[in-house]
């Protein structure tokens, strides 16, 4: 949303909702459905965070809360859908939403970064507090 203009997301969201459903017709599911399952698919469950020990910093893996998870994965499909190619910010959303439950897209690929990164720095993990 830019400059508080809620009515043209919505009308944005709702639409691309509709071109999900237009994009998957064989699929059982409501577009709200699909929508919650893609953005389950892109919710990340750990990230990592620098941490100043001793001179050395270090990106210690942590656990997200549940709140912050939702909005990070918000952020990362409007991000990714906004810089894919297509007409209007609808068509580009219903896409990444599209890849999204199929788990790919960039989105997609942002939780798999966050999660081998997270996988890489384990040893730090103790450096949690």
Known sequence: ???G???TSYKIFYSALELVKKKMPNEEKSALDIWKKALENITPQVEVKSRRVGGATFQVPTEIRPD???SISMKNLIL???KRGGKTMADKLASEIVDAYN???GAFKRKEDMHKMAEANRAFAHFRF
């Open 1 to 3: 949303m830019y400059d």
């Open 5 to 7: 203009k809620k009515n």
């Open 68 to 70: 912050r998870k939702e």
């Open 80 to 82: 990714y859908a906004r």
């Open 103 to 105: 788990e790919q897209g």
